[in-house]
């Protein structure tokens, strides 16, 4: 189906063009063919909607069979939980944020909160003390504080 028209020496490339637009209307054709016989099969009162639903589905299983369509699947259960259950006509785009669930801390429970999270960052600092390579970094690191820098460029300058 994909091929190149050579302009000049060969005549042949718009009938490769034509046989390649041939041969995609009668897929379109076959898929028109199964649809009425499934349609057959299934007798329903066809209005003018369903005439159109119908015409798209024709092209829908044409675009099928050539591989550029495919079918839908139901979206996942915890999706559709997500979901509302009724369409939203208007759907706000800055909402303000929601309120938090517990009020804010203050005076003796603030203190205690702050109290907590001192502890738990001494205990860290003496387990990282305790740590062979944290130990050795923080010591680099204290080095190269104290070293006096210079304002001389670089050699790769």
């Known amino acids: ?3 190149t028209v050579r302009a000049g020496r060969d005549r042949r490339g718009l009938g490769r063009v034509a046989g390649a637009g041939l041969l995609a ?3 379109l054709a076959v898929s028109c063919l199964a649809s009425e016989a499934q349609q057959q099969d299934n007798p329903v009162k066809q209005d003018a909607t369903t005439v159109l639903k119908t015409g ?3 092209v ?3 675009a099928k ?3 550029f369509a495919t079918d839908v699947d139901p979206p996942a259960d915890f999706v559709q939980k997500s979901r509302p259950d009724h369409d939203l006509d208007y759907i706000p785009v800055f909402q303000p944020p929601p ?3 517990r009020p804010a801390l203050e005076g003796v429970n603030l203190k205690a909160v702050k109290g907590e999270l001192d502890a ?3 205990k860290h600092d003496a387990l990282r003390a305790a740590y062979p390579p944290a130990a050795k970094a923080l010591a680099e ?3 190269a504080k104290k070293k006096p820098q210079t304002n001389a460029p670089s050699a790769q300058q």
Request: proline fraction near 4%.
């Open 99 to 101: 309120e938090p669930e």
């Open 60 to 62: 829908k299983q044409g």
């Open 1 to 3: 189906m994909f091929c």
């Open 65 to 67: 069979f050539l591989g």
């Open 25 to 27: 209307l009668a897929a």
């Open 120 to 122: 738990l960052q001494k």
């Open 56 to 58: 798209g589905y024709v």
């Open 141 to 143: 690191e204290q080095a």
